[in-house]
């Protein structure tokens, strides 16, 4: 420091950090707060993300490769894997786009049941992210409460399908077999216990300051960006587009419970907006399962399934079959050439185009929002590597 007739000035440091240099991080593909493995590759300035690209495939399965070589039977085992946290929903996917194909009528007892348990697996998919999310911003407890929950709903799973993860019930023509005696009634008590305690989350999770301020605010996604990327579900929503298969393209029992069906949406389009439907959602497919066992009640006893023939083939042709999976939206584009395999099936998957979303949220963000932008994005990496 030199002493002058003006002001005093103080230099602190000379050489290369008083250049603008850009950084590259690596987040990945290891890294805990991805879900599995991607890899996020930052440039950065500072603490602040100029540029972001998702590196994807990492752990890809080459699942649409393995279908040309399976029977419409065994892929629905590859189906059900992409996005382990929603099995049933994407065999459910496949087998309507099989039987779409065939022309096929499925008995009313396999549609309503179907409908609850996609609403049962939603809940479940939900539970995860709803515990997990306050995880990756420090909060411990609510993961705890989330599997609590979700074990009370997976023992019912499990009693019916005999899989905790993969479920492999669903069948081309209806579901495996009949439902348990007395399952009905034990899946009425689960539901009304799960939803007693959710009440933990908008206390717990919503109610806390920490959390709102690390979320509010932070990653919004505008719904010109959804439109682009082609975002989906509770993240779309959360930003005010006002889009749900199950309300404008019915399917399965979906048509009948309109009065129940509760599109969520927000206009925020931050962390906390997508938080908020996710877990408002939640509360819905609950009362959605409640309506679906209503109707199971009434419906007279019949068969489950259709009888197929010994060997199964499409005929030759090509149809789309879309679901509203609990991620978003997965599509099913089957391709037959009369064959006992599919020609082609590709899949369309939620979690892939969620997650390039992210080179339009995070440049310009901290890299100390990034976790929580990330997170808030609910995807599953073997859904982006199917």
Known sequence: MTP?????????????????TDM???IGPQHPSTHGVLRLKLVLDGERIQHVEPVIGYMHRGAEKLFEARDY??????????????????????????????GMEVPPRAVWTRTLLAELNRVLNHLMFLGSYPLELGGITPIFYAFTEREELQHVMEEVSGGRMHYMFNRVGGLKEDLPA???????????????RMDRFDGLVLGNEIFRGRTRGVGVLSPEAVHAYGVSGP????????FDLRRDEPYLAYGELQDTLKVVTRQEGDCLARFECLLEQTHNALDLADACLDRLAELPPGPINQRLPKVLKAPEGHTYAWTENPLGINGY?????????????KLRSAS?????????????????????ILGSLFFVVGDIDK
Not at 78 to 101: I, K, T
Not at 182 to 196: D, H, I, K, Q
Not at 333 to 342: A, D, H, R
Not at 357 to 369: K, R, S
């Open 73 to 102: 039977r065994q892929i629905i085992m590859l189906a059900n894997r992409h996005d382990w946290l929603s099995a049933f929903s994407n065999e459910l996917g496949v087998v309507l786009g099989v039987e779409r194909m065939l």
């Open 182 to 196: 007395g399952w009905a009634t034990r899946v009425r008590e689960a539901v009304s216990g799960v939803r007693s």
């Open 24 to 26: 590259v991080l690596n």
């Open 333 to 345: 584009y089957l391709v037959s050439k009369g064959e006992k395999t599919p020609y082609r099936l």
């Open 352 to 372: 892939y185009n969620n997650i390039q979303a992210l080179a339009e949220l995070l440049p310009g963000t901290l890299v100390a929002d990034m976790v929580a």
């Open 235 to 242: 993240i779309a929503r959360a930003s005010g587009v006002d």
């Open 4 to 20: 002058t007739a003006g002001p005093t000035e103080t230099t602190v440091g000379i050489g290369g950090a008083a250049e603008s």
